[in-house]
């Protein structure tokens, strides 16, 4: 009977963590939120192989970027990392992409900035189609 009892309890606790990590992530902002350091935590769609850099859209799913690489050797993945630093005005070390370097969907961490900067940033940059 305490094995049952255990194994009832233990993922009970680990879908409250994930309830709780997913609605830290998420964050009132969507897409964008902070971290407990204090870093911008971008969900990010990317777009390679396009004419030029910019943003396409901003939706609850993710921040969509137009990357002007080839998915290839991770060139995507460097244009992205640079685009987004000149962007919201850091050095290239400052932005890092923490998941899915094979992936479209991709979550990228700015630090030396804030969450209200970044916003106000991809609004004025969001291209209208």
């Known amino acids: 009977m305490g094995k049952n009892k255990a194994k009832g309890t233990n993922p009970k606790g680990k879908n ?3 309830v709780v990590e997913a609605s830290e992530n998420q964050g009132a902002a969507g897409p964008i939120s902070c971290d407990k350091s204090g870093n911008v935590v971008l969900r990010i769609l990317a777009k390679p192989g396009a004419k030029d850099n910019g943003f396409t ?3 609850t799913e993710g921040v969509g970027v137009q990357i002007a690489a080839p998915p290839t050797d991770g060139e995507a993945n460097a244009e992205l990392v640079k685009f ?3 962007t ?3 050095r290239k070390s400052d932005v890092s992409l923490t998941r899915g370097s094979r992936s479209r969907q991709k979550t990228v961490t700015v630090s030396g900035t804030n969450v209200s900067d ?3 940033k991809l609004k004025s940059c969001v291209v209208n189609k």
């Open 16 to 18: 409250e963590q994930a």
């Open 118 to 120: 970044v916003e106000k």
């Open 88 to 90: 919201f005005g850091v």
């Open 84 to 86: 987004l630093a000149s």
């Open 57 to 59: 859209d901003v939706s």
